[in-house]
């Protein structure tokens, strides 16, 4: 063993590197973080997914209120929200694009469902199924609607 003299210090000569017993104990509290944070990071995910879908149903409502005020009323089934990017056959009083981009696909990659007249009176019905793409549902996997 080759020993270093650092002042009147002696200090035996040690190889660097780490231990077996020191990498699992490393990778056991890095097991045990990601266990603990990975949960909540996914719930977080979701909640956002939910948000973004609701936020982009509102600029939509927006544009076809912006719609209405021009047309007189708002776009048939049949149109759907491409009357809000080009003009419908019979608009007179178009004065679009309402929006800015091309429609996007929900955070789920599926189209908006768009329908006029809605149900239970309402002018229209704009929504999203959620990430089951179905009616109903809970948690990630429920509907968002205007």
């Known amino acids: 063993m080759k020993n270093y ?3 009147r210090i002696k200090l035996p000569h040690r190889s660097s590197g780490f ?4 990498l699992l104990v490393v990778i056991a509290i890095i097991g045990m973080l990601s266990a603990y944070v990975g949960p909540k990071y996914f719930s977080k995910l979701a909640e956002s997914r939910q948000k ?3 936020a982009q149903i509102e600029a939509f409502g927006k544009a076809l209120d912006n719609y209405h005020l021009d047309v007189g009323h708002y776009p048939g089934t049949d149109e759907g929200l491409n ?3 080009i003009k419908p056959s019979g608009a007179t009083r178009w004065n679009g694009p309402y929006l800015q981009k091309a429609i ?4 789920w990659e599926r ?3 768009y329908r006029s007249p809605g149900n239970n009176g ?3 019905d704009l929504l999203s199924y959620g990430e089951d793409g179905r009616p109903g549902g809970k948690g990630e996997a ?5």
Request: charged share 25%.
């Open 52 to 54: 973004v879908a609701k």
């Open 19 to 22: 231990t077996l017993l020191e």
């Open 5 to 7: 003299y650092f002042g």
């Open 111 to 113: 189209k908006y469902l």
């Open 142 to 146: 429920a509907d968002v609607t205007n």
């Open 104 to 107: 996007p696909v929900d955070p």
């Open 83 to 85: 009357a809000l990017l």
């Open 122 to 124: 309402r002018e229209y």
